[in-house]
T-cell receptor
């Protein structure tokens, strides 16, 4: 079993839709939870991070962490074509462990 | 801030040749990470350094891979001899204890071994 599981998709939605991206993990020692966005032929860039359980909102993006279920989510409201990218969840104790990434396409 | 700088951006080499990838972390960041990304395996941690000292190299696939960090502003990842299965995008990332949330990645080196 991988430490971090993420459905690779692909996921295609119309512009304006609400997008839900999810990851599960097995190591209860993870404390920091991140979402990275990676555009084609670019390095991953940090989108949001949260510490422990709870919600965090930043504009159209909301990150949720449920440590009891070992489940994290990223919600994108009013999705835009510019949101089309691969989204990777990541978790950290000392070093970072990444999910496989979900490829998202938002169609105009 | 120029970010994490990697070179070269693209490398095409023949099987058996030595390949050296380079990374300049962000000034002031004391941790440096080398990752490999493929479609099949996603992002895999190869090795990371704290204060120029290798901490965990358990992700280095085999002895053909080696990494060094001679000073705080430079690191190399070397593959000798290279094989076609080493073809991937190699990313370098850096971070600081003041940034517990994440790393800053470079743009990657796309390696093709033919």
């Amino acid at each position: 079993q991988k430490e971090v599981e993420q459905d690779p998709g692909p996921l295609s939605v119309p512009e304006g839709a609400i997008v839900s991206l999810n990851c599960t993990y097995s190591n209860s020692a993870f404390q920091y939870f991140m979402w990275y966005r990676q555009y084609s032929r670019k390095g991953p860039e940090l989108l949001m991070y949260t510490y422990s359980s709870g919600n965090k909102e930043d504009g159209r993006f909301t990150a949720q962490v449920d440590k009891s279920s070992k489940y994290i989510s990223l919600f994108i409201r009013d999705s835009q074509p510019s949101d089309s990218a691969t989204y990777l969840c990541a978790m950290r104790i000392n070093d970072m462990r990444f999910g496989a990434g979900t490829r998202l396409t938002v169609k105009p | 801030d120029a970010g994490v700088i990697q070179s070269p951006r693209h490398e095409v080499t023949e099987m058996g040749q030595e390949v050296t990838l380079r990374c300049k972390p962000i000034s002031g960041h004391n941790s440096l990470f080398w990752y490999r990304q493929t479609m099949m395996r996603g992002l895999e941690l190869l090795i990371y350094f704290n204060n120029n000292v290798p901490i965990d190299d358990s992700g280095m696939p085999e002895d053909r891979f080696s990494a060094k960090m001679p000073n705080a502003s430079f690191s190399t990842l070397k593959i000798q001899p290279s094989e076609p299965r080493d073809s991937a995008v190699y990313f370098c990332a850096s971070s600081t204890p003041g940034l517990p949330g994440g790393y800053t990645f470079g743009s990657g080196t796309r390696l093709t071994v033919v």
